[in-house]
T-cell receptor
Framework: EAGVTQFPSHSVIEKGQTVTLRCDPISGHDNLYWYRRVMGKEIKFLLHFVKESKQDESGMPNNRFLAERTGGTYSTLKVQPAELEDSGVYFC?????????????????FGDGTRLSIL | GENVEQHPSTLSVQEGDSAVIKCTYSDSASNYFPWYKQELGKGPQLIIDIRSNVGEKKDQRIAVTLNKTAKHFSLHITETQPEDSAVYFCAASRRNFGNEKLTFGTGTRLTIIP
């Protein structure tokens, strides 16, 4: 089974430019999450998709960030325009839907991340 | 919201000795506690998890304990080996039904000294 795949692995852009990150979750996983780790701090939640619907976007820092998951498969995270404080590592994770009626959290599997550097 | 604190931030142990990393959480509704290992250039890899209805879980050299009353959980690695060197993250999450986001600790850099 292929794991979570993220593209690109690294991106270096100038302040004010636009960057789009892509995540391909594990096949069949309804849940897709975006997290980021800034300046060696803790990994912080950005948003959660269930299929193509945004379930929770409480962690999105501002309206310069736009996430989509058209068709409920892969997801993109666009930053426009990029600012210096957006530098960090952006992780994507996916998990299957919990068994019906159990309400049990399912393990989240992470990709290797995209290291984003804003100059 | 949930707050997870993790200690220590760095830990060095001799090969073959045990390592213990501790985390505390603030939200009494949290019921799922995974531990992740992150190697250089890689993403976090789930190594063990525990749910709130269990006090301890073990998988070979790795064990996790949970004290719901005190709101803390710990990772124990026995018979450490060089390949255990990595950054370890604890995390906490509330019950499902639409809200599964993980809140992470700040990480522990574990170094195994040969």
């Amino acid at each position: 089974e292929a794991g979570v795949t993220q593209f690109p692995s690294h991106s270096v852009i100038e302040k004010g430019q636009t960057v789009t990150l892509r995540c391909d979750p594990i096949s069949g996983h309804d849940n897709l999450y975006w997290y980021r780790r800034v300046m060696g701090k803790e990994i912080k939640f950005l948003l959660h998709f269930v299929k193509e619907s945004k379930q929770d976007e409480s962690g999105m820092p501002n309206n310069r960030f736009l996430a989509e998951r058209t068709g409920g498969t892969y997801s993109t995270l666009k930053v426009q325009p990029a600012e210096l404080e957006d530098s960090g590592v952006y992780f994507c994770a996916s998990s299957p839907r919990s068994p019906s009626g159990t309400g049990l959290n399912q393990p989240q599997h992470f990709g290797d991340g995209t290291r984003l550097s804003i100059l | 919201g949930e707050n997870v604190e993790q200690h220590p931030s760095t830990l060095s142990v001799q090969e073959g000795d045990s390592a213990v990393i501790k985390c505390t959480y603030s939200d009494s509704a949290s019921n799922y506690f995974p531990w992740y290992k992150q190697e250089l250039g890689k993403g976090p890899q789930l190594i063990i998890d525990i749910r709130s209805n269990v006090g301890e879980k073990k998988d070979q050299r790795i064990a996790v304990t949970l004290n719901k009353t005190a709101k803390h959980f710990s990772l124990h690695i026995t018979e450490t080996q060089p390949e255990d060197s990595a950054v370890y993250f604890c995390a906490a999450s509330r019950r499902n039904f639409g809200n599964e986001k993980l809140t992470f600790g700040t990480g522990t850099r574990l170094t195994i000294i040969p």
